[in-house]
């Protein structure tokens, strides 16, 4: 089975920066791979034209059409001439894409079957930002969904708000983002003399970041020791137009907690687990995922985490087993549970051996894999009677 990815992203040096797209793509991608699926994966948006191995994924990069006023209709049909070539060749089976910005509206591949997966597309996110969405953002995104051939959610939520936001009926199968646990794993006990309190992931309100000062705030009355570790690539505020979200978070610090406040900026995907290896607590109190790959990197690697209560956050963490989930709005409730954690260094081991457990039955790429592989081969052979 030969599987194409197209994507605006993904985790290497020679495509730029990638989030959480690129890297459940590259995570699934790997897994296929290992199954014995030829893997290419089709990166738009780049400055050339070219092709590359990444350890047996084939990478193609392709560069935008740039004619003012039609680039994204003469890029959305570079891309299906694309398509229709590799398919012809038979150098692929099928195509996936995200429903981000709805790439694949006026792709129409010949026989190539085209699946959406939805891992939150801008209206989706804009929704639950409370910000209004691009209408051309929004039109693509419909008009894509409304015309694939088959359809992925990360999660039930995404799935269920999607159509409703859409007004759509569209039918999806839930196959969750995975990691390799393998790569994610406890390697030994930090001996630092003082908690360490751990986000990592881009700085952006969507993802609560400016709910974390005020938490800090009341966590360093209770817990002085306690230190922030904040780690990720700043970010722009779209709603107050500041140029950094890391500058907005320091306004909104304590002078006391402010000391104990250390940003590392956006470090590798490698650097990441020697982060999190060294935190007490790992926190994410977002209002806008899917369903977060970083929550799960965390928890197979046994640490506890106190995040968001919103949908997805239900379909990942078991809230008081696995983790604690909480509204990122209340503070003193967010607080008082990262101090428990503080606290209670029994709770904490417990909770963490929950969180690896529940990633291993749930979330390991391997079974995530034979998920996609049983929905990619129904597809498929419906296409070719």
Same mark, same amino acid.
């Given at each position: 089975?030969?599987?194409?990815?197209?994507?605006?992203?993904?985790?290497?040096?020679?495509?730029?920066?990638?989030?959480?797209?690129?890297?459940?793509?590259?995570?699934?991608?790997?897994?296929?791979?290992?199954?014995?699926?030829?893997?290419?994966?089709?990166?738009?948006?780049?400055?050339?034209?070219?092709?590359?191995?990444?350890?047996?994924?084939?990478?193609?990069?392709?560069?935008?059409?740039?004619?003012?006023?039609?680039?994204?209709?003469?890029?959305?049909?570079?891309?299906?001439?694309?398509?229709?070539?590799?398919?012809?060749?038979?150098?692929?089976?099928?195509?996936?894409?995200?429903?981000?910005?709805?790439?694949?509206?006026?792709?129409?591949?010949?026989?190539?079957?085209?699946?959406?997966?939805?891992?939150?597309?801008?209206?989706?996110?804009?929704?639950?930002?409370?910000?209004?969405?691009?209408?051309?953002?929004?039109?693509?995104? +419909? &008009? =894509? @969904?409304?015309?694939?051939?088959?359809?992925?959610?990360? *999660?039930?939520?995404?799935?269920?708000?999607?159509? /409703?936001?859409?007004?759509?009926?569209?039918?999806?199968?839930?196959?969750?983002?995975?990691?390799?646990?393998?790569?994610?794993?406890?390697?030994?006990?930090?001996?630092?003399?003082?908690?360490?309190?751990?986000?990592?992931?881009?700085?952006?309100?969507?993802?609560?970041?400016?709910?974390?000062?005020?938490?800090?705030?009341?966590?360093?009355?209770?817990?002085?020791?306690?230190?922030?570790?904040?780690?990720?690539?700043?970010?722009?505020?779209?709603?107050?137009?500041?140029?950094?979200?890391?500058?907005?978070?320091?306004?909104?610090?304590? +002078? &006391? =907690? @402010?000391?104990?406040?250390?940003?590392?900026?956006?470090? *590798?995907?490698?650097?990441?687990?020697?982060?999190? /290896?060294?935190?007490?607590?790992?926190?994410?109190?977002?209002?806008?995922?899917?369903?977060?790959?970083?929550?799960?990197?965390?928890?197979?690697?046994?640490?506890?985490?106190?995040?968001?209560?919103?949908?997805?956050?239900?379909?990942?963490?078991?809230?008081?087993?696995?983790?604690?989930?909480?509204?990122?709005?209340?503070?003193?409730?967010?607080?008082?549970?990262?101090?428990?954690?503080?606290?209670?260094?029994?709770?904490?081991?417990?909770?963490?051996?929950?969180?690896?457990?529940?990633?291993?039955?749930?979330?390991?790429?391997?079974?995530?894999?034979?998920?996609?592989?049983?929905?990619?081969?129904?597809?498929?052979?419906?296409?070719?009677?």
């Amino acid at each position: 089975m030969k599987i194409a990815f197209l994507t605006p992203e993904y985790p290497h040096s020679k495509t730029g920066n990638s989030g959480g797209i690129g890297t459940s793509i590259k995570n699934l991608a790997s897994g296929l791979l290992a199954k014995g699926c030829s893997v290419r994966v089709l990166v738009y948006g780049q400055k050339v034209d070219g092709v590359f191995d990444d350890n047996g994924i084939c990478i193609q990069q392709i560069r935008n059409v740039k004619i003012k006023g039609l680039s994204w209709y003469l890029t959305r049909k570079k891309l299906q001439k694309i398509i229709n070539i590799l398919h012809q060749d038979k150098e692929i089976d099928l195509v996936e894409a995200p429903d981000w910005t709805g790439i694949t509206s006026f792709i129409s591949p010949k026989k190539c079957p085209v699946v959406i997966r939805l891992n939150g597309s801008d209206t989706y996110f804009c929704h639950l930002d409370q910000r209004p969405v691009k209408w051309v953002n929004k039109f693509h995104e +419909k &008009k =894509a @969904l409304q015309h694939a051939d088959g359809y992925l959610a990360a *999660s039930q939520y995404t799935a269920s708000l999607t159509n /409703q936001l859409f007004e759509l009926t569209n039918s999806y199968t839930i196959i969750h983002n995975g990691i390799n646990c393998f790569d994610f794993k406890k390697i030994y006990d930090e001996g630092s003399t003082f908690p360490i309190i751990l986000y990592f992931g881009t700085l952006i309100r969507k993802k609560g970041l400016l709910e974390i000062p005020f938490i800090f705030n009341k966590i360093i009355e209770r817990y002085p020791k306690a230190k922030l570790y904040l780690v990720g690539r700043d970010s722009s505020d779209v709603i107050s137009g500041n140029n950094s979200t890391w500058g907005m978070m320091q306004e909104s610090f304590s +002078k &006391k =907690a @402010l000391l104990n406040v250390s940003y590392f900026g956006g470090v *590798s995907h490698d650097e990441i687990r020697d982060y999190i /290896q060294k935190a007490t607590v790992c926190v994410f109190p977002s209002f806008a995922e899917a369903l977060p790959v970083s929550w799960l990197e965390a928890m197979a690697m046994q640490k506890p985490i106190v995040a968001s209560n919103i949908g997805w956050g239900k379909e990942v963490v078991i809230d008081g087993e696995s983790g604690f989930l909480v509204d990122p709005t209340q503070h003193k409730e967010y607080a008082e549970k990262i101090v428990a954690l503080l606290n209670d260094k029994e709770l904490a081991s417990k909770m963490g051996a929950m969180a690896r457990i529940r990633t291993e039955q749930v979330f390991d790429i391997g079974k995530i894999v034979n998920q996609n592989i049983n929905f990619y081969q129904g597809l498929i052979q419906s296409n070719d009677e």
